[in-house]
């Protein structure tokens, strides 16, 4: 099973489109899941057109986006419980904020957003992991999303896919 996680697109007010080169791993995607600020709920019903699509909203997101989704939501997928949150709030870290959230939960993996900073780690026995962001990178040197391939047996690979400006747009 191929899983694209992404989140803080920030559409369309950082960028009119979702870049090629995640668009091109959207198109062999069983499941996508967005960790919130998708900006508006157009956002959405690109990404269904692609794979069946959850997450969470963030605090950018409005009202359509804010009634579709929660604050925090559990997938179970295969073997894997999965936790999904956008991290915002007051004190402590996005990071912090988002793995206390699923404290008793029972998650193998905690995927948050917020802070658009490329995210992957163990932490407490759970796989911590902040896909970035593919549209908005801020402060960071690539743009950014992750990807979770789930093998039959249980197994599984999670990574971040990083790239350039020069890769968010088709040859033309």
Not at 82 to 102: N, P, W
Request: charged letters at 30%.
């Amino acid at each position: 099973m191929n899983i694209v996680i992404i989140a803080d697109t920030h559409l369309p007010k950082k960028k009119k489109s979702l870049p090629f080169k995640l668009v091109k791993e959207l198109e062999d995607a069983d499941f996508i899941i967005h960790a919130g600020d998708w900006q508006t709920i157009d956002v959405y019903e690109e990404l269904i057109h692609y794979a069946p699509t959850t997450g969470v909203y963030g605090n950018v997101d409005d009202n359509q986006i804010k009634e579709k989704f929660d604050l925090k939501s559990i997938v179970e997928i295969g073997s894997l419980r999965i936790g999904i949150t956008h991290g915002h709030g007051r004190r402590k870290t996005t990071e912090k904020r988002s793995v206390e959230l699923f404290e008793g939960d029972g998650v193998d993996i905690v995927i948050f957003g917020h802070s658009h900073i490329p995210v992957h780690k163990e932490y407490d026995g759970k796989i911590v992991f902040n896909p970035g962001s593919p549209t908005y990178k801020r402060r960071q040197p690539k743009y950014s999303f992750g990807k979770l391939e789930l093998s039959e047996d249980g197994c599984f690979t999670l990574e971040h896919v990083f790239f350039d400006e020069s890769e968010s747009e088709a040859s033309k």
